[in-house]
């Protein structure tokens, strides 16, 4: 979808906001389309990291002739280009450096900025091309970056970053389950229809069964009777906190003070922290404890596997877990284009205001093309700066996604599997259900301040 709607901008991309909409893309609002294509220039990123980090890509390169050191020549012409920074996790962390530049810039830039009256303003919603070209520029840059303490230093960079996206990620599953169940639940009072309710009551229950599945293979496979302690604390504890959170949500006092959470939200979180778990397990660099996927598929047994500190671990972005994290992260990012939440507590997190703006219609100019409107003049439907961090962030877990979080190794040219990437996404887990169990405390524990 937004692939289709970058190429459906392309003729606004020199324009100044608000700008035009082709024929093919429906009428919207200034502040959606937007953030709508900031998000396509962070996906075209994440497609060229992919197609980078693809297996035999350095291979290809070296193929051209002329173009790669070490690889084919031409009579006369010196090979300059160094494929393998091109190539492998040294692309994926240049590229995400360069995306991360590129918004932290504008998160900085755009700080305070209350209407779309303020100048700035007119920077954040037109002037594609010329930012696109920025943005060019700084990848190009970036891959003339020395090697050197860059890679192991930008590591610790997108660990921390990652910590924090996990969380946003956390929030904004919250404001979709909030959104999906006031919606269902609104559409089975309207005229009794049972089907809205019972389609609540199937997705809770597929949930809650997927999460229960999880559990039950992570003890089967991640864990061993006397080995892997570390997997077994994380396993249990999270599955108990899940339980309490879900029992906490349908408390009569709860229920009383925010009616809209239910069970539905509890299933989601639940499911997303076991995925954040099993995604803290696989990158434990005890291989006992970590049996890839495909033994698992194959029933090879994983004592059989070489150690990490035999046979370096390679990148393997295809990873079952990293696809999930792609997956999450691809819908999370296009949800928070377009959201217009009514849960204030998540709007107050995620810096948004409720439902401002959303009533505008697209105008349709003289020339018969559909002009986005600017929704914006009387305040900010969402803050810029915080935005673009976001998407800063965003840029930081798309880096550790990709190298399957392993710490680059610049004496052996592999990336390792570490423990602090495991601590980190234990932790983050810990903290998100936290998070999602102070807004549910939050309105009964503060009566005098307005939750709803």
Known sequence: FLFLFGLCNVSCLCGSAPCLLCGCCPSSNNSTVTRLVFSFFLLLGTLVSIIMILPGMETQLQKIP??????????????QVNCDVIVGYKSVYRMCFAMACFFFVFSAV????????????????????????????ITVGAF??????????????????????????????????????????????DGDRKGWFFGLLFFTILHYALAFAAVVLFYLYYTKPDNCTEHKVFISLNLIICIIVSVVSILPKVQEHSPQSGLLQSSLITLYTMYVTWS?????????????????VSNISSSAEPTPTSTPGTVQWWDAQGIVGLVIFLFCTFYASIRSSSNTQVNKLMQTEEGKGSGVEGEVGEDGLRRVVDNEEDGVTYSYSFFHF??????????MTLTNWYMPDTTTQAMLSSMPAVWVKICSSWLGLALYLWTLMAPVVLPNRDFS
């Not at 002329?66 to 090979?79: A, D, L, R, Y």
């Not at 779309?116 to 060019?136: E, H, M, T």
């Not at 803290?280 to 698992?296: E, G, V, Y």
């Not at 976001?390 to 880096?399: E, N, P, R, W």
Request: glycine share 8%; aromatic share 16%.
């Open 66 to 79: 002329g173009f790669c050191q070490g690889g084919s020549t031409i009579p006369g012409v010196e090979n």
């Open 280 to 296: 803290a397990m696989t990158n434990n660099p005890n291989r006992a404890c970590n049996p890839s996927l495909l033994s698992l």
């Open 144 to 189: 003339f970056i020395p090697d050197g303490t860059f890679n192991n230093v930008w590591f610790y960079f997108g660990i921390v970053g990652s910590f924090m996206f996990i969380l946003i990620q956390l929030i904004l599953l919250i404001d979709f389950a909030h959104s999906w169940n006031e919606v269902w639940v609104r559409n089975s009072e």
């Open 110 to 137: 755009m700080i305070r900025v209350r209407t779309s009256k303020d100048p700035r303003a007119a920077i954040q919603n037109g002037f594609w091309f010329f930012k696109f070209l920025i943005l060019v520029g």
């Open 390 to 399: 976001h998407l800063f962030l965003a840029s930081l877990y798309i880096m």
